[in-house]
């Protein structure tokens, strides 16, 4: 799976709204392919649908006016962009664009430069470590009140590693057996609230290569 599928898949149970930049129709295999979890929950994940014209002449306006006005229907937490093959070779700005539209709309926005021909490792650590570095909160004092258990991050959990059957549970139940408290799981099983309180926790365990960049 490539890395722009990767950033969806990290993001998808967080309550953002995340867009391929790519021509229609190219996010099929992301949407029939790499994520089983539509068959349970819903999310958004768009596309931003590049026609010819805006390919080879560019138009990011018609792209940062339709996120804007989408945002403002469907109130995302987030908004973060994606980049594929076109984007790469046209040479657009994620950043800066993702600057304009959280300018625009108020909502933490991001671009995340992926290019369609990396791995889905790739998008997806680079998609959790740019919700930890803006979503986590500081502890505060709240690191010190300690349970009686030590506290942990479980980071690296999609279904491009995990599936959905089960696995994810499992960790957790084995670390509830050990005596661990599970502060919160990047990304499945963990609303954006629990993963802001992640600073609390005592020790990160990875449990794939998408958790390095987040830890």
């Not at 309550?15 to 392919?33: E, K, P, R, V």
């Not at 909160?137 to 258990?149: K, Q, V």
């Not at 408290?181 to 020790?203: H, T």
């Amino acid at each position: 799976s490539a890395d722009v599928m990767g950033v969806c898949s990290a993001l998808f149970e967080l309550g953002g709204m995340t867009i391929m930049h790519d021509a229609s129709g190219c996010n099929s295999t992301y949407t029939t392919h790499d994520e089983p979890r539509w068959y349970d929950m819903d999310s958004m994940v768009y596309i931003s649908g590049i026609s010819e014209m805006e390919a080879i002449m560019g138009d990011d306006e018609k792209l940062i006016s339709d996120i804007v006005d989408a945002a403002a229907v469907l109130k995302p937490a987030f908004i973060a962009i994606a980049g594929t093959p076109i984007p790469t070779m046209t040479g657009f700005d994620f950043e800066a664009v993702a600057a304009v539209i959280e300018q625009r709309s108020g909502i933490p926005s991001f671009g995340f430069p992926t290019t369609g021909m990396n791995t889905y490792i790739h998008g997806a650590s680079m998609a959790l470590a740019g919700i930890a570095e803006r979503f986590v909160d500081d502890p505060g004092d709240s690191c010190c009140m300690r349970p009686n258990g030590i506290r942990v991050n479980v980071l690296g959990l999609t279904p491009l590693d995990f599936s959905v059957n089960g696995t994810d549970d499992s960790i957790v139940q084995w670390l509830e057996r050990e005596g661990f408290e599970v502060v919160s799981k990047w990304a499945m099983g963990s609303s954006l609230d629990e993963i802001r309180r992640s600073a609390e926790a005592d020790i990160n365990l990875v449990v794939s290569a998408a958790g390095y960049g987040a830890a």
